[in-house]
């Protein structure tokens, strides 16, 4: 039975969607390893508000026990005011239970975001991200300069993590260099889950 990587992202507009696609190609592309694809659900001003328990579009909502079961997790968010979007604190902000059992703890993670301008808070997202994985437990994966398009890109992505550069909404085509970049933090997560998991007995 294959290894799973959480990828798990919240999306308004479809570029986050975008590179978790592409992400979770990444993960795809190690044998033995295969991604699960999760969204939350937005959070809305209007308390009580009863949300479908099912998205109408697009994978299914993450419940906690997908935290516990993966072997390795990608988290993306859209760029909110240089963090991540309340959608993604708030489902992280529920995970009290697996926090305190350390279902996170050990397992390797990436993250990723997209936002609209150049020097936006892309990357204070990703460590926005980065912050309550720490406090799961988890070993985090960047994407190393040895990857070329680290150095090359003129968009989103970097050593910390995926990104795309969406300078109008819904601009979902990730750059060259963008895409090469979301590939490679995919496999790498996914690798070193391989790694990081003892062998079972067949
Ligand atoms: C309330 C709000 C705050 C935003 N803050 C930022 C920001 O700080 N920096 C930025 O570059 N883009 C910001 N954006 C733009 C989104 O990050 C951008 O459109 C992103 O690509 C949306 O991702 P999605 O298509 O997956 O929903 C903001 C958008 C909204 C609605």
């Known amino acids: 039975m294959n290894l799973e990587v959480l990828v798990l ?6 570029s986050v969607a975008a590179l978790a696609s592409q992400v979770a190609r990444g993960v795809n592309a190690v044998p033995g390893v295969a991604a699960r694809l999760r969204t ?18 697009g994978p299914p909502y ?18 909110r005011f240089g963090g991540m979007a309340a959608a ?9 239970t697996e926090w305190l059992n350390g279902s996170l703890s050990g397992k390797p993670a990436g993250v990723f975001t997209s ?13 926005s991200m980065a912050l309550p994985l720490l406090h799961h437990g988890m070993l985090l994966v960047g994407v190393p300069y040895t990857e070329g398009a680290v150095s090359a890109t003129r968009a989103g992505g970097g050593p910390y993590g995926a990104s795309h550069l969406a300078p109008e909404a819904a ?13 490679h933090l995919g496999r790498r997560v996914a690798e070193v889950a391989l790694r990081l998991t003892p062998a079972r007995p067949r």
């Open 88 to 96: 993604l604190k708030h489902f992280l902000d529920g995970s009290g």
């Open 40 to 57: 939350v659900p937005p959070v809305t001003a209007q308390a009580g508000e009863r949300l479908p328990a099912i998205p109408a579009s």
């Open 9 to 14: 992202y919240y999306s308004r507009h479809g």
């Open 62 to 79: 993450a419940t906690l026990n997908d935290l516990g079961d993966c072997a390795g997790l990608l988290l993306g968010s859209p760029t």
């Open 115 to 127: 936002g609209s301008s150049m020097h936006g808070g892309q990357e204070s997202t990703l460590l």
């Open 171 to 183: 601009q979902t085509t990730l750059s060259e260099e963008e895409a090469r970049i979301a590939l």
